[in-house]
């Protein structure tokens, strides 16, 4: 079974772009959720996505953004970047309850 | 809100002694969660504790979740090299919502 996968690895952006980073969570699992991980620190929960809807977000600016599509895979937007945005976003699935959150590898955003 | 403090926040162990870490909220969990993370990757799960008083083991690790609700500790027993890493608590409060997690307990095995 494939894990968690997240794409691009790596991000390089200028302050002021856009930056869209793509998630596929487990085949049959529906809930997708977004952590940011800054260096150093620990993971602070950005969005919850389940069945194509926005359950639940974190106290992250509105510049902050995604969507989920009707295979589960996930996007997410971050707007207008800042130096501070840089860090590793995590994507994380969920089979349901009484299932633990399995995490991708995540994907390194620098902003220059 | 709902935060989790997690200790100690580093941990310098010679290989073969055994690690312990914990963490504790003011706060009522239904699910405690810890997790591994090696550098550059996302964390993995080690044990998942559904049910107060419960203690899970899994090989040398051993996971117990608070009587009270509110806390959960980690012990890894005779460490070896590859235990090197952050440990990370998390929590839920309910079954679907966000995890919240700890800080974070870095360990550094020396031979």
């Known amino acids: 079974e494939a894990g968690v996968t997240q794409s691009p690895t790596h991000l390089i952006k200028t302050r002021g772009q856009q930056a869209t980073l793509r998630c596929s969570p487990i085949s049959g699992h529906t809930s997708v959720y977004w952590y940011q991980q800054a260096l150093g620190l620990g993971l602070q929960f950005l969005l919850w996505y389940d069945e194509g809807e926005e359950r639940n977000r974190g106290n992250f600016p509105p510049r902050f953004s995604g969507r989920q599509f009707p295979n589960y895979s996930s996007e997410l937007n971050v707007n207008a970047l800042e130096l501070e945005d840089s860090a590793l976003y995590l994507c994380?699935?969920?089979?349901?309850?009484?299932?633990?959150?399995?995490f991708g590898s995540g994907t390194r955003l620098t902003v220059v | 809100g709902q935060q989790l403090n997690q200790s100690p926040q580093s941990m310098f162990i010679q290989e073969g002694e055994d690690v312990s870490m914990n963490c504790t909220s003011s706060?009522?969990?239904?699910?405690w969660l810890w997790y591994k993370q090696d550098p550059g990757e996302g964390p993995v799960l080690l044990i998942a504790l559904y049910k107060a008083g419960e203690l899970t083991s899994n090989g040398r690790l051993t996971a117990q979740f608070g009587i009270t609700r509110k806390d959960s500790f980690l012990n890894i027993s005779a460490s070896i090299p590859s235990d090197v890493g952050i440990y990370f608590c998390a929590a839920l409060t309910d079954s679907w919502g966000k995890l919240q997690f700890g800080a974070g307990t870095q360990v550094v095995v020396t031979p």
């Open positions: 706060s009522i969990f239904n699910t």
């Open positions: 994380a699935s969920r089979g349901g309850v009484g299932y633990g959150y399995t």
